[in-house]
Structures are given as C-alpha cells and as structure tokens.
C-alpha cells in the first residue's frame, strides 16, 4: 500500500472548475499526488503556485486543436517517471467523491491488470461542489448509461465501447500494456472509444469499480456538439481507418439531420449548409 497513486489532469481553461478538483483532491486523497498538463495555457501554473504534491507540465497546442490525448500520454509518462506505480485520469471538470482514490485502489488489489472505470455524476446548473466533501452523496446521480456497481464491488468484462477518460485507473504494467492513447485524436471525439478498443485487443479487462464517484461541474454544452463538428468528423474517419466501423454514432446521425455532415458508408462529408 506504499506504492504511489497519482492523479493526472488536462486543462485548457476550466480554471474555477480545476480551483475546486484541487481542494476537494486534497481533502479527500492528501497524500496523492497531483499532475496537471496545462496545453497551451500560462494561468495554470500560476493558479497552482502553492498546491502540495503538485506537478504542472506544460505543452503546446496543435493547430487542429486541443491535442487531450497526447496530454494524457504526457501526463502519464510523467507520473510514471516520478514513481507512481498507479495512475487516476480524472477529467478537470470532474472533483472525486470521498472515496474514489481510496475504491480505485482497493480494485487494484482485486482485479489485477484491468483498466478501471468508475461513475461519474453530472451536476446541473446551480448546483455547486459542497464545502464538505462528504455531502457529494447527496448529489449522487451515475449516469445512466454507465454501469453503477455496488459501493465497493467491482463489476467485470465491461464494454470497452463505454470507456471514458473522464475518471479512469490503471496501473504502470496495464498503461505499458495498452500503449496510451492515440495522438492522432485531436480536438473532440473519439480517443476515448479508440483507448477502450486498444485496450481490449491486448487482453486488458474493463473493470467498473463501485464507490469510485466522480462528480462533473456544469458547464453549457450543445446537442449535438456543433462547435466540434470538424473534429468530429477527422477523429470519426480516423477511427473507422483504425477499427473498419464508425463511432460517435448518434452524434453522425444529429449532425448529418441537421446537414452539417453527409454519412456515407465509407466517408464522412463536413458540408457547409450556407453554400446550399
């Protein structure tokens, strides 16, 4: 139980919503350590002058956009690097429940070489993190479209089609094993379903972890996600290249209704429906 457990961050922005995952971080998990990659963002090593046991990587942005997965394989590499024997993704708009670090860990001890998952609940608009840390149980809601394992249970064979970076553990063998995240992935979509792929075409087990909860401060989103239609589209071909099938499903199916994008058998169109 002496082997270090770090939890690694990306950040652009999002500089209130990381401000709370580091106080909640540090009250529930304060021997944990912390490494955050800030792309393209000078504030964040500012803001995280004074926080204990704290890293911040910083790296350049890509001109097709955000480059998160090469983040996280850089953040990763760097936790390994300092000595963490096992690694918590955890997304900057999500702060942990009171025990994920602590179920995170116990899981590791009973599921071996597995990638963990655990469930995430949405806050929705006005409501805030609580001071206490302990009150986020009663604003526990999963998302429904993910498995909700009994506090303290693991739940086996998952489908790698659900995983999601939002919060996720593994340990240093298990990251060798899968190989990080594809950098071809940049801006919204994709890296996620590609890495649950990846990682069980090397034998790597999904493993839904109960108790490990994350909590996800609101912010506006759009359905579909037109802002991210570009990258939706790059990312989508680059997965079909890699796996022979499309991901994103129903995001494809709103935005090609809404004549943003033609869905093709075997390509994607990004239309502009101004020119129509």
Do not use: K
């Not at 929705?124 to 506090?151: C, F, I, K, N, T």
């Amino acid at each position: 139980m002496g082997e270090r457990t770090t939890v690694v961050t990306v950040v652009h922005g999002r500089h209130d919503h990381l401000r709370e995952q580091v106080r909640v971080l540090r009250r529930v998990a304060p021997a944990v350590h912390h490494v955050v990659v800030a792309i393209d963002d000078a504030e964040v090593p500012v803001i995280l002058d004074q926080a204990v046991r704290t890293t911040v990587l910083e790296i350049g942005t890509d001109p097709l956009g955000l480059p998160v997965a090469a983040g996280r394989n850089a953040g990763v590499e760097r936790a390994l690097s300092d000595g963490a024997a096992r690694v918590v993704l955890l997304d900057v708009d999500c702060v942990p429940g009171p025990r994920l670090v602590s179920r995170y860990v116990d899981a590791f001890m009973r599921a071996g070489d597995a990638l963990l998952c655990g469930p995430v609940t949405y806050l929705h608009e006005g409501q805030r993190v609580p001071d206490d840390p302990d009150d986020l149980a009663g604003l526990r809601a999963p998302h429904p479209a993910r498995p909700d394992p009994a506090d303290g249970s693991v739940l086996r064979r998952g489908d790698p089609d659900l995983f999601w970076s939002l919060s996720c553990a593994l340990s240093a063998p298990t990251w060798r094993r899968i190989g990080g995240f594809h950098e071809g992935y940049v801006g919204y979509g994709a890296e996620d379903t590609d890495f649950g792929r990846l990682a069980r075409s090397r034998g790597v087990d999904l493993v839904w972890v109960g108790g490990a909860d994350a909590f996800h401060q609101f912010h506006p989103v759009s359905t579909p996600p037109v802002e991210h239609v570009a990258d939706i589209v790059r990312n989508a071909t680059l997965f079909h290249r890699r796996w022979g099938e499309w991901p994103m499903r129903g995001w494809l199916g709103e935005l090609d209704r809404s004549g943003l994008v033609s869905c093709e058998p075997d390509r994607l169109v990004l239309r502009n429906p101004s020119s129509d």
